[in-house]
């Protein structure tokens, strides 16, 4: 896993790696399919920040997907075999990763090649800057169309990013986005060539590296604060832990049903 100090250093939990380049971290999904959230990758991701927060020699991070996927959010498969309890674990943890990420006392770019979609969204809005692909991949919130509330910290995000007009027809119809109407909506701040995202989003980062950590710092708790301590009230209230839990109300009827 990542370390303190790890100049240089690579290590991969599971589809999760964390590479230093330059003074910039990348912190990149890879699992050779939709790039799915579970309870291993979300703690790679709380290991990796704890480190690269640690380190001096680190200014910026980048977090990408590959191409075709950035998220397509959680991995549906694991929760069906995971029990209640652990899948009560699914909303304070991704409000943890949101809100450690929203609030970085570090510039966080997102590098986006392909779909990011429900938990992968909530990662995209909790950066800071997102560069995407031109492509026919889509991006947005479709919790209420997969059946789940919205609202909570996921809505915080939101509101730090999206135009008005995108809350009704996007959030509470669960639309998404192809990556042009997706920078005009805001969840992308530009678009660049297929191929041409991750060396932008470098660039970006490594911009971003040299300004001052103080005014920097300063300036993203005058901005977020607020918001950040919402999303922070949300993973730890216990709000958030039943409304995965419905997935194992669901399993129970169909075998009893079966």
């Known amino acids: 896993m990542c370390k303190l100090g790890f100049v240089n ?13 330059d003074g910039v971290a990348w912190l990149e999904l890879d699992d050779g399919g939709p790039n799915a959230l579970n309870t291993e990758v979300f703690e790679a991701f709380f290991t990796a920040l704890d480190g690269i927060e640690a380190d001096e020699s680190v200014g910026a991070v980048v977090i990408a997907g590959r191409e ?13 075999r995971i029990d209640r309890d652990e899948l009560g674990t699914i909303g304070p943890n991704m409000a943890r990763l949101a809100h450690r990420i929203f609030i970085f006392p570090k510039p966080v770019i997102a590098a986006v090649e392909g779909h990011a979609i429900a938990g992968g969204a909530i990662i995209l809005l909790a950066c800071d800057r997102g560069i995407g692909a031109t492509g026919e991949y889509k991006i947005g919130l479709n919790e209420v169309a997969l059946g789940i509330p919205f609202g ?4 915080e995000l939101a509101r730090a990013h999206l135009v008005p007009s995108a809350f009704s027809a996007g959030l509470l119809h669960g639309s998404v986005y192809r990556p042009q109407r997706a920078l005009e909506v805001g969840y992308l701040d530009e678009l660049a060539a297929p191929g041409a995202v991750r060396a932008r989003a470098g660039e970006i980062a490594a911009e971003a590296a040299l300004l001052s950590p103080f005014a920097y710092q300063m300036t993203k708790q005058s901005l977020r604060g607020p918001m950040a301590e919402e999303i922070k009230r949300s993973a730890e209230s216990g709000e958030l832990v039943p409304v995965f839990q419905v997935f194992a109300d669901l399993r129970e009827a169909q075998e009893s049903t079966g």
């Open 9 to 21: 250093d690579a290590a991969s939990i599971s589809a999760f790696s964390c590479t230093v380049r």
């Open 68 to 80: 075709g996927f950035f998220s397509a959010g959680m991995d549906l498969k694991w929760m069906q």
């Open 152 to 155: 909570g910290f996921a809505l």
